[in-house]
């Protein structure tokens, strides 16, 4: 089976690009022969990359122009199959692994001011992209989409009203031999000491670029509010706002509490330092990161606008609070801090670990080979 796989962008510490690069491997060993289609890529995990990089000047010019430069590259590669991340026309199958911008440009309305709001209305980015969107869906090549969660699934069927035999979950995969609950005994000691965080303290850990849509201040505020004045976070993750955000811990008297770590090549040190994962995401339709802190046996507090939540147990394996809700937040870490410090630390990381084990590498890898199979035989 011959399979192009279209993502345009690398970010080597990007949610999305670490899963292409685990589904290529996965798919690849399953035997398909997998080509990635992309403007340029760093240790992708295919044999076979095809170069697209048309020039560009601006997001809208540059998304545009790998749209029309891949689809024409791909009418005459000779694919059996065309998988794209992306949202262009020519693809047979989708994967939403951003989600419905549509809906989250509707998230983030609840978060902005008027001027911030009527700005996005008048983006001819957030037009083109809008636009892709309805074309995507509504092209009648499409054969399946690739839902990384339920809710995903849910907004591509309130928005554009494709019919449930299109749309498949298919949650990400992750490395289960990687990230462990060992993680804790190899780095947590060692880190702490070199950030001078008390092995006593309870470390909330962010992982993620995107400062403002994940939630970051937000988990800012909460931590300002928290009983425990001697718990951190830890913020791991590049991001442009990083300054700002330092200015707004030591507003609220936190500045000593939260480090900013920038991005991380390996991130598996600080899921082990780390005691509970925070995501206080204004739209995140699957993050990778919550399935690696609940595989390295973290609790997780994630947001209704998280497809993550649908792996967490409410006060099992940790709590689903609203996006924008930060006194909801501080009570949601105020209770893992209280529980994590009262004898049932060990509980929470083997229920958090139990509650990804079904979620493998390789089990995502046979459920994608299955789903284009039955692409290729007429059966979606």
Not at 190 to 199: N, T
Request: proline share 3%; glycine share 8%; hydrophobic share 50%.
């Amino acid at each position: 089976m011959r399979i192009a796989v279209v993502r345009q962008r690398y970010n080597p510490y990007g949610g999305a690009e670490r899963f292409v690069a685990r589904a290529l491997a996965a798919l690849e060993k399953q035997g398909a022969e997998v080509t990635l289609v992309a403007r340029a890529w760093q240790d992708g995990g295919a044999a076979r990359t095809l170069k697209v990089d048309p020039f560009y000047v601006g997001r809208l010019w540059r998304d545009r122009g790998f749209a029309r430069a891949a689809c024409a590259q791909l009418a005459t590669a000779g694919f059996d199959l065309v998988q794209s991340h992306e949202r262009i026309a020519c693809c047979d199958v989708y994967r939403a692994g951003d989600g419905v911008h549509r809906q989250w440009l509707a998230n983030r309305a609840r978060a902005a001011g008027a001027l911030a709001r009527l700005a996005d209305t008048l983006s001819p980015y957030h037009r083109y992209v809008l636009d892709a969107e309805a074309a995507l869906f509504a092209s009648p090549r499409l054969q399946a989409v690739i839902c990384n969660s339920r809710m995903v699934r849910d907004e591509i069927r309130q928005w554009f009203g494709l019919p449930a035999e299109k749309l498949h979950v298919v949650y990400n995969g992750v490395d289960l031999d990687a990230f462990v609950p060992e993680l804790r005994e190899a780095h947590r000691a060692r880190l702490r000491a070199a950030l001078g965080v008390p092995e006593a303290a309870t470390v909330f850990l962010h992982v993620g670029a995107g400062f403002a849509r994940k939630g970051v201040g937000t988990a800012i505020a909460a931590l300002a509010q928290l009983a425990d004045r001697d718990a951190r976070l830890f913020v791991v993750g590049a991001d442009r706002a990083a300054g700002a955000l330092r200015a707004a811990a030591a507003r609220a008297g936190v500045a000593a509490r939260v480090h900013f770590a920038g991005g991380q090549a390996d991130v598996r040190p600080w899921y082990g330092a780390a005691d509970c994962f925070v995501l206080a995401t204004l739209y995140d339709p699957f993050p990778n990161a919550a399935l690696e802190a609940l595989a390295s046996g973290l609790p997780a507090i994630v947001t209704r606008q998280c497809g993550a939540a649908e792996l967490v147990q409410e006060g099992v394996t940790g709590h689903v609070v609203d996006a924008l809700d930060a006194d909801a937040l501080a009570r949601a870490m105020d209770d893992l801090a209280a529980r994590l410090g009262g004898g049932r630390r060990d509980d929470l990381r083997e229920d958090a670990r139990a509650s990804v084990t079904h979620l493998g590498l390789d089990a995502m890898g046979e459920r994608l080979i299955a789903l284009y199979h039955a692409v290729l035989e007429g059966k979606t």
